[in-house]
């Protein structure tokens, strides 16, 4: 079976590194995948190193017809059976260029928060194709929610795999570049600083934690959005303006992702909203004691929080409070973060979403 996962761009995020864990986890089985984008890559190293075919294309208008042709001239060469495809606007392009052929649709949902095009782009598509795939029960009832004509029997939740090998445990140089003793508690959260993040509920609990372990450094990092400054910018001014700057390091994005995971005591993660939690559940698989909000998704996808410490959403005194009892009870700490990572581990399988999604390819 072939099989063509489709992006309009490729960042270092969550979508783009599953499929990237799907592709190099499906030894002995009957797939071939080829990956595409039309615009940057900017994991096409990895996916190289891989072995795994990249085509790279160019879309130069919202609907530009000769991507379309090409995309075509693809599924023909290539004999395509399945487009997978993570994004709306590729996806419009590839429900096009399939027309007559055959091939069977599938649309990968993993968000449902956007702008006005790529909603009614969602709505045009969803509707037309052989399967949806929401990556959690509160994404697809979100979904649900939101559509007058509810939903048709072609959705299906598959929760992400994580592939651990990925996240193997790192040099220890990022630990030895802060400068920190042996003794210094190294917390973190790792997301962009973006509209649908909670970053400054984390800033605003730090002058109460630190006031009472002052051995501590908090690690941010993400990327500061251009278009939307202001959630960056008020957690280093926050910060500025508490005195706690020397405490806290706003790393930007990196490419170094598993060294500073491994590198950190706890994993500390507040989101305005989420759909799955990527991160949350790559801190899981690495064995780092997670502390996070308790969004409905949160709260799904660490089975009703027993493999985690939930605080109370947008609450910088629970969450502080939470923190200080994980730190004075360390040892209880990591505890916990080995025995979630052996059940994240076992419910995220990356060999369980190989599975999951070559049963669902095979029966369209």
């Known amino acids: 079976m072939n099989v063509l996962h489709m992006f309009d761009t490729m960042n270092r995020s969550g979508p783009e590194m599953i499929v990237l864990d799907f592709c190099r986890n499906i030894r002995g ?71 007559g052929t055959g091939t069977r649709l599938v649309l990968g949902l993993h968000v449902y928060a956007g702008d006005m095009k790529n909603k009614l782009a969602r709505r045009f598509l969803m509707p037309r194709m052989h399967a949806n795939i929401a990556v959690s029960n509160v994404l697809k009832e979100e979904i649900q929610n939101a559509l007058k004509h509810g939903l048709s029997d072609n959705f299906v ?50 002058p ?43 790393l930007g994005q990196r490419k170094d992702i598993n060294d500073i995971l491994n590198s950190l005591d706890i994993f500390v993660y507040s989101s305005d909203h989420d759909t799955f939690g990527n991160a949350v559940i790559e801190a899981m698989v690495s064995g780092i004691p997670v502390i996070v909000n308790d969004l409905p998704v949160l709260v799904e996808t660490t089975e009703g929080g027993k493999h985690c410490i939930l605080f109370r959403t947008k609450d910088e005194h629970d969450l502080a409070e939470k923190v200080l009892l994980a730190l004075k009870n360390f040892d209880q700490t990591k505890k916990m973060g080995k025995e979630a990572m052996k059940w994240a581990r076992q419910r995220y399988s990356v060999d369980r979403y190989v599975d999951d999604l070559e049963k669902l390819y095979r029966s369209l």
């Open 29 to 99: 089985k009957d797939l071939r995948v080829v990956i595409l984008t039309a615009g940057k890559c900017d994991i096409e190293a990895d996916i190289l190193e891989s072995g795994i075919e990249l085509i790279r294309l160019k879309r130069r208008y919202p609907l530009d017809l000769a991507l379309i042709r090409q995309i075509r001239t693809i599924i023909y060469d290539h004999s395509i059976d399945v487009l997978h495809i993570h994004q709306e606007v590729i996806g419009i392009h590839a429900y096009f260029a399939a027309l």
């Open 208 to 250: 109460q934690i630190i006031a009472e372990v002052p051995d501590i450094k908090f690690v941010f990092v993400g990327g500061r959005n251009p278009a939307q400054p202001i959630f960056f910018d008020q957690c280093v001014k926050f910060c500025r303006d508490a005195g706690i700057e020397e405490k806290v390091v706003f």
């Open 157 to 206: 939740v598959i929760y992400n795999g994580i592939d651990p090998l990925r996240l193997s445990a790192g040099t220890g140089v990022f630990r030895k570049s802060l400068g920190l003793a042996r003794s210094t508690f190294l917390l973190g959260m790792i997301g962009h600083f973006k509209s649908v993040r909670d970053q400054i509920t984390i800033c605003r609990s730090l």
